[in-house]
């Protein structure tokens, strides 16, 4: 039984029944610093790079224009790419890039209309609070799955960075737990040759 209960506290577990799972990423082993976020510039300079910020815009502009709080910034792409915009992360590195411009905004101690989780949520030990600081839109590119075995083999399956794992239908379940319906659904990301990525706008009920 040790080994179970061991595995339950410590290792990936998968719920099907929700369409959801979980890995207990601990804090000493997360890789945010300066590497990690010049390692995100030198994918966002690229033309997949520049695509997926323009595709990420566009996005958003199909639902919302207004001033907007971007959760992960990556390497700051998309803050820079699109006025009115905001940023919040974790990175030491990207929270300094944030600064010198005057865009850093505290996601915890504010609510903004809207969010977007580019490639994040699934790094957030409380997704559920993040997202509750959204005050109409949340939008959110992640990896997504058909079950625990698709995780487990699948290069999104990170054990010092993803957190939160979920299928389609996981997804927008848990949205909607949060007092959220699906406005639109997309994998043009994957289309674009990224693996096994969906895109999502969610409107607050």
């Known amino acids: 039984m040790k080994l179970f209960s061991d595995e339950i506290r410590h290792g990936f577990v998968w ?12 804090c000493s082993h997360r890789p945010y610093d300066a590497e990690y976020f010049s390692r995100y510039q030198a994918m966002a300079d690229t ?8 595709v990420r ?5 199909r639902h919302y224009n207004g001033p907007l709080l971007d959760v992960g910034i990556g390497a700051g792409q998309f803050v820079e790419a699109r006025p009115n915009t905001r940023g919040f992360d974790v990175n030491p590195a990207g929270i300094d890039w944030l600064n010198q411009r005057g865009l850093w905004a505290d996601l915890y101690i504010d609510h903004y209309p809207a969010l977007t989780f580019w490639d994040s949520l699934e790094h957030i030990d409380r997704p559920d609070i993040a997202v509750a600081k959204a005050g109409r839109f949340v939008f959110v590119s992640v990896p997504i799955f058909e079950s625990g075995d698709h995780v487990l083999r699948s290069k999104h399956f990170r054990k ?4 939160w794992y979920w299928t389609h239908n996981g ?8 007092g959220f319906r699906l406005v639109e659904h997309n994998i043009n990301e994957s289309m ?7 895109s999502y ?3 607050r009920l």
């Open 160 to 163: 010092t960075e993803h957190i």
């Open 47 to 54: 033309s997949l790079g520049r695509q997926l910020t323009a």
């Open 57 to 61: 815009i566009q996005m958003v502009a």
């Open 171 to 178: 997804l927008i379940k848990w949205f909607g737990e949060q």
């Open 192 to 198: 674009m040759g990224r693996e096994g990525i969906g």
């Open 15 to 26: 719920l099907p029944e929700i369409g959801m799972g979980r890995y207990p990423v601990t």
């Open 201 to 203: 706008a969610f409107e």
